[in-house]
């Protein structure tokens, strides 16, 4: 008998436009994973492309159960938390912070910017590091490893691996997230384990994913079918083309949020408990203010 053979390529399955909406004070962002057609890609919650000007940001908030991952495009911004960690991360520099029990802290552009573009990604907590002590991975655009698998094509390795480049940034659960930057007709295939759950964000210009090649536009989430294939083919044609590409073996847990907490029960209820009496993890909250806004 034949053996059953794995299709060559996942191809899309869904593409979905993130419009711009209002969040956090005066910011903009244009939601991919999260928004209502993009729930349950296990194992991220949230994926938000922003645009602050020097008058909007995202003041002093908590954050328990998951990691949120800064990446910045363009302009600078600025964050301190309520533990005295403090830092200005700019155009191609990443903040992966896992907040763990808990972390409250302020996100601002730097003022004398016009602009701060980046993306900022939630990723779940396996069940076991919920509670971790919240941690911190900061990595400049120049310690970022970058693939070239060929002439017009540069992969930056922020987690994970690409054409043999490998991250060293810490996940608590399998992950890759990968920025790529392609010159018009090019063609490139990227490996992903049959298990990954993935989607690509384009950030500019136009992309032809899997052998059926699905037109991706900017603004536009990708999701990736779960055939099992082990690998996605993508193309430039008339246009370059910047986007990322995330992916991660699913948690397969409960998920009960509330807003800016993430847990897998009823134990939601005791993290509004801890921040309102500013314990287990929040003690440092009790009075703290940022400097930044
Ligand atoms: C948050 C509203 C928020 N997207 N992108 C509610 F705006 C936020 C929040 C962010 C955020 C921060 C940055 Cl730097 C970039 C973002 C939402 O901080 F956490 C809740 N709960
Ligand atoms: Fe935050």
């Not at 990968?178 to 490139?188: E, G």
């Not at 900017?218 to 083309?241: C, P, R, Y």
């Not at 993290?271 to 909250?285: L, P, S």
């Amino acid at each position: 008998m034949a053996p059953t053979l794995a299709p060559r390529s996942r191809s899309i399955t869904k593409a979905i436009l993130s419009k711009e909406q209002s969040e956090g004070a005066g910011a903009r962002v244009r939601r991919s994973i999260g928004r209502p057609e993009l729930r349950n890609h296990d194992p991220f919650l949230m994926l938000d492309e922003f645009n602050v000007d020097k008058n909007g940001g995202f003041p002093d908030h908590p954050h328990r159960g998951f990691e949120t991952v800064t990446y910045m495009i363009e302009g600078q911004f600025q964050h301190e938390d309520f533990a005295g960690h403090k830092g200005t991360i700019g155009p191609g520099d990443l903040q992966w912070m896992t907040a763990g029990r808990g972390i409250v802290h302020s996100e601002m552009p730097v003022k004398s910017q016009t602009r701060a573009h980046g993306l900022q990604l939630w990723i779940n907590l396996p069940k076991e590091h919920k509670m971790c002590e919240p941690q911190y991975q900061e990595l400049l655009d120049s310690q970022i490893p970058r693939a070239t698998p060929q002439d017009g094509v540069v992969v930056k390795v922020i987690a994970g691996e690409s054409h043999g480049v490998k991250s060293q940034v810490y996940t608590r659960s399998p992950t890759m997230y990968l920025d790529f930057r392609m010159d018009k007709n090019k063609t490139v295939t990227q490996t992903i384990p049959s298990t990954f759950t993935g989607f690509i964000y384009m950030l500019k210009g136009k992309a032809y994913i899997g052998s059926k090649e699905f037109e991706g536009n900017a603004h536009h989430t990708l999701t990736l079918s779960e055939n099992g294939a082990e690998t996605v083919k993508i193309q430039t044609k008339d246009e370059d083309a910047h986007f990322v590409f995330i992916a991660g073996e699913p948690l397969k847990e409960p998920i009960v949020q509330h807003g800016p907490f993430v847990m897998n029960s009823k134990e939601i209820y005791d993290t509004f408990v801890d921040y309102q009496f500013n314990q287990n993890g929040f003690e440092r909250a009790l009075n703290w203010r940022s400097t930044i806004a």
